[in-house]
């Protein structure tokens, strides 16, 4: 072989290397290298242009999504909070819908870390999507906010969350958060995806700006209405509510079209189309909400219990709003659900000792029917029908732990359905009888009678054989699911998240970004 030629195989070698190796930290602003993340069939690029301070980066890679991710990735290591934000342009209308640019975090540049990241898809959706363990699957939240021009991915603990700006580049809190915990030094940076392992797609990053935070307190904190697709685990946001008076949204139901959800809001009712878009106030002739309420199954009445001159007590009120009428005399009561062909009702029934019974009437009026609970008894309330109105299931702590129970329609033959012994509230069967929901909440005693505001699993247990597996999880309190929370085709659920609040206080506070002097 002619030195010329070895000499020549010697540069395409040096030029390989090069083309895989970290860039300079001087060439890459803000960060310090780059590299594929996972298995890519075509290497990724990465070019910083000084000048106009903008980044431009081509990726290949299958998907960043289930348990292992493959993209080109630039960063630079970091500990505590911050926050990242950048201008997003995917260049080329060509490949792949969900092709998208992120600005990331992860444990490691191993394909199957931890991550949590902001995404811009080539279709404008723009999600927060996460892997909380190695190895486990990617979650996501949908913003219901698309093509934003302006993108924004904020650390606070083990919290992340997704932020949006328009043509004004003022930042909103688009909703849901993720937690991901991570350990030690972390990698921050930006990323794109070809989402087609054959692809190789280019995307700019302008404005980019990386802060180390910390943390200021705020009497205000977020409230996120969102749904869940059950097979897909795919959240979705529907509202988003700033809480500036302790005035929290809660207790989502279904309207019987599947189009909207109502929603307690204060002390009053809303609707809120399940697409997005603004509140509509439900006239209750001045009637105060409290907390859980529900649609009747022919879609014209809605049944709730509010403040009274007693008490709490039950109420039903025409759908698009009208004249109250009360349908309990005893109180405090607190209503629960319609039964399947709406013509009873299901509340609870308080007595002076704060014993807590389910109880059934007539919705045109008539004799309270007591079903269980009472003196000596352990039900905490939370009870709602099977669509075949044969069994209602509730949540009792007979059993020494918050357990889902349930009984025959008439009260009779209680039986446990539930058996982890980690307290499992609020269950809800889905319509087609297959499913039921509850929650989970992490840190209360699995005996007491309510959920604090604090961090909660979401699961559901396929009835026919016990089966349960998680779908979500978020920082939930007792308006997260009080009330029926199945779209009516069983494929999703409703429920509101709480964001950048402390939970070991009594009263929850924002976490508000501070950059770093």
Known sequence: MTKPIIKLLSLACLLLAAANSPAQTASLGLFTDHADVGTVLHLGTAVYDAAKRTYTITGSGENVWATADAFQFVWKKMDGDFTLSADISILGQAGDPHKKAM???????????????????????????????????T???????????????????????????????????????????????????????????????????????????????????YETLETIDVASTDRRVTYVNRNRDASSIGA???????????????????????????????????????????????????????????????????????????????????????????????FLLTDDKYHVGIYTMPVAGGTETHLIGGPGASVRGSAGYSPDGNYIYFHSNHSGAGEVWRMRSDGSNPEQVTKDGVGDWYPHVSPDGRLLAFLTPERSAPSEMDIGLEPVTLRVMTLADRH????????????????????????????????????????PRMFVPKKVK
């Open 468 to 507: 349960v597996r998680v779908l979500a999880k978020f920082t939930g309190a007792n308006n997260s699911m009080p009330s029926p929370s199945w779209s009516p085709d069983s494929r999703r659920l409703a429920f509101v998240s709480y964001q950048g609040v402390r939970t070991d206080t009594e009263r």
């Open 103 to 137: 600005l990331m975090a992860r444990q490691s540049l191993d394909a199957d870390s931890p991550y949590a990241d902001v995404a811009l898809h080539a279709s404008g959706l723009a999600s927060l999507q996460s892997r909380d363990a190695k190895g486990a699957d």
């Open 139 to 221: 979650h996501e939240i949908q913003s219901n906010i698309s093509a934003p021009k302006h993108l924004r991915l904020q650390k606070y603990g083990d919290e992340f969350t997704i932020w949006l700006a328009g043509e004004d580049g003022k930042f909103q809190f688009a909703g849901g958060s993720m937690r991901v915990p991570m350990n030690g030094p972390f990698y921050v940076g930006l990323g794109v995806c070809a989402h087609n392992k054959d692809a190789v797609d280019t995307a700019e990053f302008r404005n980019v700006a990386l802060e180390a935070t910390s943390a200021e307190v705020s009497e205000h904190w």
């Open 252 to 346: 989502p139901t279904w309207t019987p079209d599947g189009v909207s959800l109502l929603v307690s809001h204060g002390d009053r009712i809303e609707s809120v189309p399940v697409s997005g878009g603004k509140p509509k106030i439900i006239d209750t002739g001045g009637f105060r909400v409290n907390l859980s309420l529900s649609v009747s199954p022919d879609g014209t009445m809605v049944g709730s219990s509010g403040s009274c001159c007693d008490g709490s007590a039950i109420f039903v009120v025409p759908v698009r709003g009208g004249v109250l009428r009360r349908v309990t005399a005893k109180s405090p009561a607190f209503w629960q659900g319609w039964s399947p062909d709406g013509k009873t009702i299901l």
